[in-house]
């Protein structure tokens, strides 16, 4: 595509179209109406009726739109990708489910039952996904969760019959928290004051732990903010053995009310709030203190969580990591995107694509994301034109 460097109009009106800049109909279009651009560009400096032609006043030396006047070019300079291998599948397995249940705030995702969670397990690591993360939703709750660390409670024969099904072909990971499985919705054992246990909830994390272990995840996520966490699961796993099985600690996990639809999503009985134990939304620094314990107490992956929102915290969190860092996009994000879109306000697979990319950019390896399995999708089959700029 060459613009004729006499006029400024036509370069102009070929690097602003990015998707048309090929298209000769376009560049037709634009050069066979230069004077009726110019007027109106110069709109603020002289009145609408005037025809008189623009003069520049003023050239600027840096021109940064040069490495932006085409698709090549952009390609050419682009600092980041994504990677269907970089994105893992948070999914939902419901005890004694029939049939899948929908999620009404997370249109598109559901409680799966036993067989449609290997059946979208297997397509989701057939487009390609890094790995998948497990969240349970059993039948019973008690007030220490005792489904959690059950061998035959809902979580543990999912990864058991993932394992058997998927092998070594993906990363299968479990989220270990008591959250699903207690009466009261918190994610640790409560004391006689009705707060939160930290030791007590400790033993009960080694337990799942093993339990997770033993049924064959390969990574193991504590999600509850419990302090010495993943020291606690360290020292449970080494004890009987499971030297291999890694650890991605949910180290910066905020008090957020992004995580709404979630509750929906695991049938949370949740009354009152998590911020004795989950950060404040209004607080960076701890994110730091808290990374330094969960590597010093031997986390193999670190994350931030939610994601946009904390995109600042994610940055800082890259930045002194020295494990891999993820974030993870949560359940109010996704539904934002979903009711925009549904109201046809954002392009929502464009939307979907920059917001992942936000994280990449920011600097988390991998993307917890309740789309991984539609977007490797696309990746798989080629995507499509409306997409091309995120190759
Ligand atoms: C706790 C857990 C939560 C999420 C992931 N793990 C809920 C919470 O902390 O309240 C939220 C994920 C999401 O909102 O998508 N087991």
């Not at 006029?7 to 004077?35: H, K, R, V």
């Not at 932006?68 to 489910?97: I, K």
Request: hydrophobic content about 40%; proline content about 6%.
């Amino acid at each position: 595509m060459t613009a004729t460097p006499s006029s400024p109009s036509s370069s102009a009106a070929s690097a602003a179209s990015s998707a048309s800049s090929a298209s000769p109909s376009a560049s037709a279009a634009s050069s066979s109406a230069p004077s009726a651009a110019l007027p109106s560009a110069s709109a603020a400096s002289s009145s609408a009726s005037s025809s008189a032609p623009l003069s520049p006043a003023f050239a600027p030396i840096e021109r940064p739109r040069r490495l932006r006047t085409s698709a090549a070019m952009r390609s050419l300079v682009r600092e980041q990708a994504l990677r269907p291998a970089d994105l893992v599948l948070p999914m939902f397995v419901r005890e004694g489910a029939g049939e899948n249940r929908p999620i009404s705030s997370m249109p598109g995702v559901v409680q799966h039952t036993m067989d449609s969670l290997v059946r979208a397990a297997t397509e989701a690591v057939e487009r390609g996904v890094g790995g998948l993360m497990l969240f349970g939703v059993p039948e019973h709750k008690d007030a220490l969760g005792s489904g959690a660390s059950d061998p035959e409670g809902v979580l543990n024969q999912a990864l058991a019959r993932l394992r058997s099904e998927l092998g070594d072909s993906t990363v299968i990971m479990a989220d270990l928290c008591l959250d699903e499985f207690t009466d009261h919705g918190h994610c640790g054992v409560l004391d006689e004051h009705g707060r939160v246990d930290n030791d007590y909830t400790l033993t009960r994390y080694r337990e799942m732990a093993l339990a997770q272990a033993e049924a064959g995840a390969h990574l193991l996520g504590p999600s509850g903010m419990m302090d010495g966490q993943i020291a606690a699961v360290r020292d449970a796993l080494d004890a009987e053995g499971h030297l291999d099985v890694a650890l991605y600690a949910y180290t910066a996990k905020y008090a957020s009310a992004f995580y709404g639809p979630f509750r929906e999503a695991v049938g949370s009985s949740l009354q009152g709030d998590r911020r004795t134990y989950q950060q404040d939304p209004a607080n960076g620094r701890e994110a730091l203190r808290e990374l330094e314990l969960d590597v010093a107490e031997g986390a193999d992956l670190v994350m931030v969580k939610p994601g946009l929102p904390y995109l600042d915290v994610l940055r800082e969190v890259a930045e002194a990591s020295p494990v891999p860092v993820g974030a993870y996009q949560v359940s109010g994000e996704y539904a934002m995107v979903e009711a925009a879109a549904a109201s046809g306000w954002v392009d929502r697979d464009r939307v979907i694509l920059e917001s992942l990319l936000a994280f990449r950019r920011a600097g988390a390896s991998t993307v917890l994301t309740y789309y991984a399995s539609e977007v490797a999708g696309w990746f798989a089959g080629g995507l499509p034109d409306h997409l091309r700029e995120f190759l």
